[in-house]
């Protein structure tokens, strides 16, 4: 099976899904995976670094933006990017590409299945056709429930110590397609949302791994994700992280 994967450039948090999925390649050789190539789109899309800025500086305020950028610099001069995980599965990197160009389709056409990883780009329809298997998303969330950003963030304020992580077929609507599978992780050792992300995205490159190992056998079980059942949420403002530090965690 020829796999394209695509995700976003974040060496804070998104590398950890990385990590794992890299240092489990025998496994998907073993079950004749072929990865066709590792594609990176700019961090939250089109969104500016300006406001980037702002979204962090308004959850994380002053000291906790600070931390942030001291993660991210150290991060960066350990060169922890897109194109360092994509030598090391030996396979193409394609940087910033127009997603939804003909000339992407036609790579997108040649696989059989895409695999977005927090990709920071909404998937069109002609895009979400062109593999023969479709496309897959990863979601720290346990859809329906949970839809939408930061849902870490969200499953913690509401109390939750386990962390629904779902994989599920896109659509043209957010984090609505069918769902492959769905699992809870125990983030109750974890003090910080940092932590709990982090352990998050380790065991969420892990159930990708599975699944593309048995990618039949889940396919032919999909649930429906119920829309009558969805919650959304957006990024957090300091209001909901005042009542997300209720609960005793931090944030970093």
Same mark, same amino acid.
């Given at each position: 099976?020829?796999?394209?994967?695509?995700?976003?450039? *974040?060496?804070?948090?998104?590398?950890?899904?990385?990590?794992?999925?890299?240092?489990?390649?025998?496994?998907?050789?073993?079950?004749?995976?072929?990865?066709?190539?590792?594609? &990176?789109?700019?961090?939250?899309? %089109?969104?500016?670094?300006? *406001?980037?800025?702002?979204?962090?500086?308004?959850?994380?305020?002053?000291?906790?933006?600070?931390?942030?950028?001291?993660?991210?610099?150290?991060?960066?001069?350990?060169?922890?990017?897109?194109?360092?995980?994509?030598?090391?599965?030996?396979?193409? #990197?394609?940087?910033?590409?127009?997603?939804? &160009?003909?000339?992407?389709?036609?790579?997108?056409?040649?696989?059989?299945?895409?695999? &977005?990883?927090?990709? &920071?780009?909404?998937?069109?329809?002609?895009?979400?056709?062109?593999? %023969?298997?479709?496309?897959?998303?990863?979601?720290?969330?346990?859809?329906?429930?949970?839809?939408?950003?930061?849902?870490?963030?969200?499953?913690? %304020?509401?109390?939750?110590?386990?962390?629904?992580?779902?994989? #599920?077929?896109?659509?043209?609507?957010?984090?609505?397609?069918?769902?492959?599978?769905?699992? #809870?992780? *125990?983030?109750?050792?974890?003090?910080?949302?940092?932590?709990?992300?982090?352990?998050?995205?380790?065991?969420?490159?892990?159930?990708?791994?599975?699944?593309?190992?048995?990618?039949?056998?889940?396919?032919?079980?999909?649930?429906?994700?119920?829309?009558?059942?969805?919650?959304?949420?957006?990024?957090?403002?300091?209001?909901?992280?005042?009542?997300?530090? %209720?609960?005793?965690?931090?944030?970093?």
């Amino acid at each position: 099976m020829k796999v394209l994967l695509i995700t976003q450039e *974040d060496p804070i948090y998104v590398s950890e899904f990385w990590d794992e999925f890299v240092s489990r390649q025998d496994e998907l050789k073993s079950h004749n995976i072929e990865i066709e190539a590792l594609v &990176s789109l700019e961090t939250l899309g %089109k969104s500016k670094k300006t *406001d980037l800025l702002k979204r962090i500086y308004g959850m994380y305020g002053l000291s906790g933006t600070a931390k942030i950028a001291m993660k991210y610099f150290r991060a960066r001069m350990n060169k922890k990017d897109i194109k360092l995980y994509a030598e090391k599965m030996g396979v193409r #990197f394609i940087s910033r590409p127009k997603i939804h &160009s003909e000339e992407f389709l036609k790579i997108a056409r040649n696989t059989d299945l895409i695999i &977005s990883a927090a990709a &920071s780009r909404k998937f069109k329809k002609k895009l979400l056709e062109a593999p %023969k298997l479709g496309c897959i998303n990863i979601h720290s969330g346990p859809l329906p429930k949970y839809q939408g950003m930061m849902p870490v963030f969200w499953q913690l %304020k509401d109390g939750e110590n386990t962390i629904g992580i779902t994989i #599920f077929k896109m659509n043209e609507e957010l984090d609505a397609g069918d769902i492959y599978a769905q699992k #809870f992780v *125990d983030v109750s050792n974890c003090n910080t949302l940092d932590a709990a992300i982090r352990k998050t995205k380790k065991a969420g490159a892990s159930m990708m791994i599975d699944l593309l190992c048995n990618f039949e056998k889940f396919s032919s079980d999909q649930k429906p994700n119920e829309e009558s059942e969805a919650t959304y949420f957006s990024f957090p403002d300091r209001k909901a992280v005042k009542e997300f530090l %209720k609960t005793g965690r931090r944030l970093i």
